[in-house]
């Protein structure tokens, strides 16, 4: 199964996510925009409109859809507009692509609870989209900090 996510800066979240058990792959990319076959220097330029996400692969006999958007919710500032950290621009924007209607209401359920449990002093803004294109980012984005030896994302 596929799950779409944008939480900031991509290396961290791709990271995070292949840290779960069940996961089976994980590529960073670009998702949510109006341009075609975008480029990192595009999507950081904020004329194209994407956010950086990671597409998740997953095998639901070992991780539930739930578990990870209870990760994905963890990993982020979710109450943070278009930024997280130091990370500034609409490219780093709280974000949940759905594949499917249950996704989508999965993603509706755990973002007004997250909300109603008081947990966080600001509304989270995460927005819950239907999956558009993935255009996967370069090679040397994909396991970038797995390759680098760690650094260089806000991710919890």
């Known amino acids: 199964m596929k799950a779409t996510f944008g939480a900031g800066c991509f290396w961290g979240v791709e990271m995070s996510f292949r840290r779960l058990d069940g996961v089976t792959d994980a590529a960073v990319g670009y998702a949510g925009g109006h341009t075609d076959n975008p480029t990192y220097a595009e999507v950081c330029g904020h004329g194209s409109g994407h956010a950086e996400v990671v597409e998740v692969e997953y095998d639901p006999a070992r991780i539930g859809y739930e578990a990870l958007l209870k990760a994905f919710f963890e990993m982020h500032d979710p109450t943070q507009v278009n930024r997280q950290g130091p990370d500034i621009g609409d490219q780093y924007r709280s974000v949940v692509f759905f594949h499917s209607p249950e996704q ?44 680098r030896g760690g650094g260089g994302c806000a991710v919890r």
């Open 104 to 147: 989508q209401a999965a993603a509706e359920k755990a973002k007004a609870d997250l909300d109603a449990s008081g947990r966080h002093a600001r509304p989270i803004a995460t927005s819950i989209e239907s999956a558009p294109t993935f255009w996967r980012a370069e090679e040397y984005h994909q396991r970038y900090i797995e390759r």
